[in-house]
C-alpha cells in the first residue's frame, strides 16, 4: 500500500535500503548465534554476506541519494546526526546504577515488515530482554494500551498509520520518562528525524540496523528511565517526608518556620539576630483549682481543647507559637518573617482569642467541664530571635528584656483581659479602642510600664468582661492581704463587700488599694465557713470604694457566689 504523502524517490530509497538492511541484520545474527553454539566454521561465510549486502548498500545510496530538504540540499546522516542536528544524546559520565536486568526489560518492536521484526526481536531476545512484535501502528497502540513495555522501538515508515502517528498517540498517554520511544528509520534526511524528536521521540538509530548501537540506545534509555523513577520516588519519600516533618513540627512552629528549615541548610543551625518584634502572651486564671476534682483525662482534655483553639486564632493571625508552658502560650508577630503590620495583627489577634474563648466555654458547659478565662498582653519590642540551644536539641525562640517586659504585663491581666502597651498602641496604628492608661511598677523595670485596656480594634469588639454588679442587702464583711508576686503580705486589712457579681464585686476598705495590685481575700458571710477568693484590683469606684475582679473561684465557690447574685437580683424587682 503507498503512501500519497510520501515522495516517491523516498520510497524507492527505502524499499532499495530495506532488503539490503535485513541482509546485514541477518547475518550479523546468524554469525553471533554461530559464535555462542562453537559453529565457527560459518563465521567467515556469514562476514563476507554482511560485507557484500554494506557494499550494495553503498552502491544503492549513490544511485537514490537522500531526498533533499526543504532547503533545497540534501541532508543525509549515517549513524549519528550531523552538527547542529538537535538529538537526545546518552548521558555523560554518571554514577554507576546497579545491573540492569534485563530478563525483566519488555520491549515492544513496531514495524510492518515481518523481517525486520523477526531480525530485531531476535537479536533482542539473544541478549536476555522480552522482546515482542506488532505489524502495525494500530496494533502497537492497543498492546500499549493494553500491557506494559518499557521500550518501544518504532518504524517511522509503515502503511496506515505512520511511525509518526504512532509516536504522536502514544504521548499523548504517556511523557517521554514514562515510556522511551526510539524511532527506527531507513529514512535518512534530517527533516524526518527532528519532526520525529519535536513529536517526543527519546531517540533514534538508522537502518541498515548497527545493532551495538541500537543496544547502546536502548540501554541508555532504560537507564534513563530507571534513574528518572528512582528521582521521582526519592522525591516522592521527601515530599512525605516533608510532609511528615510539617504535620509533627506544625503543631509547635508555625508553616513558615517549618518552610525556612527544610528550603535552608542553615536553617537548623544555632544563632539569632536583632528583630523588633510584637510578643503576645496569655495564661489561664486560676486554673490549678478549677481543675480540682477532674480526672486526669477531663484535664488534659480541657487544656488540649483550649490550646488547639488558641494555636488556631494565632496561626490563622499570622503568629509564630513559640512555646506552650502549662496553660500559657507565648506567640511572636514579626519572626521569622517581618511584616508591616505584625502589631495590628498581634492586637486582632489578641482580641480574636477572648472572642474564641466564649465559643470554648460553650462546648465546655455542654461536656460539664469549668469555665475558663484568660488574660493576655501584647508588648512591641527589640529581642533577639532564632535558634537556641544545643546541637541535639534546639528551639526557635526569643530573648530580651520585651519577653520579660510583656510577662510582667500579663501576670497584671485578668480574666477576659487584654493589655496592651504603649508601644503597640502606636505600631498598631488607627482604629485601636482603649479604656484606661495604666502604669504598672513591675520588679525589675526602673519606670513604671505604660499599658491600655484593649477594647477593641476596627469593627472587632472584645467580649464585654465586667458583669453588672448588684447591691447587696448587708454588705459582707472580708480581710484581705495584698499579695506582691507569690508572696502574701501578713498585714491584714478590713474591707467589705457592697455589691456583687459573677466575676467580681466592689469593696469598700480603709486602705488605699492600687489599680492592678492582688489579693486574697477571705469572705465572711453570715451562717457560712470562711470562704478564700483571689483577685485583683481594677480601678477605683465611687465613695474611695475599688472594683475587683476575681482570679481563681473553684467550681463550688462559682456556684455559691452565682447563687448569692441572684438572690441580691431578685431582691431588687
Given at each position: 500500500m503507498t503512501d500519497p504523502k510520501v515522495d516517491p524517490r523516498a520510497r524507492l530509497r527505502h524499499d532499495l535500503?530495506?532488503?539490503?538492511?535485513?541482509?546485514?541484520?541477518?547475518?550479523?545474527?546468524?554469525?553471533?548465534?554461530?559464535?555462542?553454539?562453537?559453529?565457527?566454521?560459518?563465521?567467515?561465510?556469514?562476514?563476507?554476506?554482511?560485507?557484500?549486502?554494506?557494499?550494495?548498500?553503498?552502491?544503492?545510496?549513490?544511485?537514490?541519494?537522500?531526498?533533499?530538504?526543504?532547503?533545497?540540499t540534501a541532508s543525509p546522516f549515517l549513524e549519528s546526526p550531523s552538527p547542529g542536528t538537535p538529538f537526545v544524546a546518552a548521558p555523560g559520565p554518571r554514577p554507576p546504577t546497579p545491573p540492569l536486568d534485563a530478563s525483566a526489560v519488555r520491549l515492544l518492536v513496531v514495524d510492518d515488515n515481518e523481517l525486520n521484526r523477526d531480525m530485531?526481536?531476535?537479536?533482542?531476545?539473544?541478549?536476555?530482554?522480552?522482546?515482542?512484535?506488532?505489524?502495525?501502528?494500530?496494533?502497537?497502540?492497543?498492546?500499549?494500551?493494553?500491557?506494559?513495555?518499557?521500550?518501544?522501538?518504532?518504524?517511522?515508515?509503515?502503511?496506515?498509520?505512520?511511525?509518526?502517528?504512532?509516536?504522536?498517540?502514544?504521548?499523548?498517554?504517556?511523557?517521554?520518562s514514562d515510556l522511551p520511544v526510539i524511532m527506527v528509520t531507513a529514512r535518512d534526511a534530517t527533516e524526518d528525524v527532528v519532526e520525529a524528536l519535536q513529536a517526543g521521540a527519546n531517540d533514534y538509530v538508522t537502518k541498515p540496523l548497527d545493532f551495538p548501537v541500537v543496544l547502546a540506545r536502548v540501554e541508555t534509555q532504560l537507564t534513563l528511565k530507571r534513574q528518572k523513577e528512582e528521582i521521582r520516588r526519592l522525591a516522592e519519600d521527601l515530599e512525605l517526608r516533608n510532609a511528615f516533618i510539617r504535620s509533627l513540627f506544625g503543631r509547635y512552629v508555625s508553616e513558615e518556620v517549618v518552610t525556612g528549615l527544610l528550603a535552608s541548610p542553615e536553617g537548623p543551625k544555632l544563632g539569632g539576630e536583632h528583630r523588633r518584634v510584637t510578643l503576645l502572651m496569655s495564661d489561664l486564671r486560676g486554673f490549678t483549682p478549677l481543675t480540682e476534682g477532674l480526672s486526669p483525662e477531663q484535664v488534659l482534655r480541657l487544656l488540649n481543647s483550649y490550646l488547639a483553639t488558641m494555636a488556631d486564632v494565632i496561626l490563622a493571625h499570622q503568629g509564630t507559637i513559640d512555646e506552650f508552658v502549662g496553660d500559657g502560650i507565648l506567640a511572636i508577630f514579626g519572626a521569622p518573617l517581618a511584616r508591616p503590620d505584625d502589631a495590628r495583627r498581634a492586637v486582632s489577634c489578641a482580641a480574636a482569642m477572648q472572642a474564641a474563648i466564649v465559643g470554648l466555654n460553650e462546648r465546655n458547659a455542654s461536656e460539664g467541664l469549668p469555665r475558663l478565662e484568660m488574660g493576655v498582653a501584647v508588648h512591641t519590642g527589640e529581642v533577639i530571635v532564632g535558634n537556641i540551644g544545643s546541637e541535639r536539641r534546639t528551639k526557635y525562640g526569643v530573648v530580651g528584656s520585651a519577653v520579660n517586659r510583656a510577662g510582667r504585663i500579663e501576670s497584671f491581666t485578668v480574666g477576659g483581659q487584654v493589655l496592651i502597651s504603649d508601644a503597640t498602641r502606636e505600631e498598631a496604628g488607627e482604629g485601636v479602642r482603649v479604656g484606661a492608661r495604666l502604669a504598672i511598677d513591675a520588679k525589675g523595670t526602673r519606670e513604671p510600664i505604660v499599658v491600655f485596656d484593649l477594647r477593641g480594634l476596627g469593627d472587632q469588639s472584645l467580649p464585654d468582661a465586667a458583669d453588672e454588679v448588684v447591691p447587696l442587702p448587708v454588705p459582707?464583711?472580708?480581710?484581705?492581704?495584698?499579695?506582691?508576686?507569690k508572696r502574701v503580705e501578713a498585714q491584714a486589712f478590713e474591707a467589705a463587700l457592697t455589691e456583687l457579681s459573677a466575676h467580681g464585686a466592689t469593696i469598700a476598705s480603709p486602705r488605699r488599694l492600687r489599680p492592678l495590685s492582688n489579693l486574697k481575700l477571705e469572705l465572711r458571710p453570715e451562717g457560712r465557713d470562711p470562704v478564700e477568693i483571689y483577685a485583683k484590683v481594677l480601678a477605683p469606684a465611687p465613695e474611695g470604694a475599688v472594683s475587683v475582679r476575681f482570679t481563681s473561684l473553684p467550681a463550688e465557690i462559682d456556684r455559691w457566689v452565682r447563687g448569692l447574685v441572684a438572690e441580691a437580683r431578685r431582691r431588687q424587682q
Open positions: 535500503r530495506t532488503p539490503l538492511s535485513q541482509i546485514i541484520g541477518y547475518a550479523e545474527l546468524l554469525r553471533d548465534e554461530a559464535r555462542d553454539h562453537g559453529d565457527t566454521g560459518y563465521v567467515a561465510d556469514l562476514e563476507k554476506i554482511r560485507t557484500a549486502a554494506r557494499r550494495a548498500l553503498e552502491v544503492a545510496d549513490e544511485a537514490v541519494p537522500p531526498t533533499p530538504s526543504p532547503s533545497g530485531l526481536t531476535r537479536r533482542l531476545g539473544a541478549r536476555g530482554f522480552q522482546a515482542e512484535g506488532a505489524a502495525d501502528g494500530e496494533g502497537a497502540l492497543r498492546r500499549l494500551d493494553e500491557e506494559r513495555f518499557d521500550v518501544v522501538l518504532l518504524d517511522v515508515m509503515m502503511p496506515g498509520l505512520s511511525g509518526l502517528d504512532v509516536l504522536r498517540g502514544v504521548r499523548r498517554r504517556w511523557p517521554e459582707m464583711s472580708a480581710v484581705g492581704h495584698v499579695v506582691e508576686g
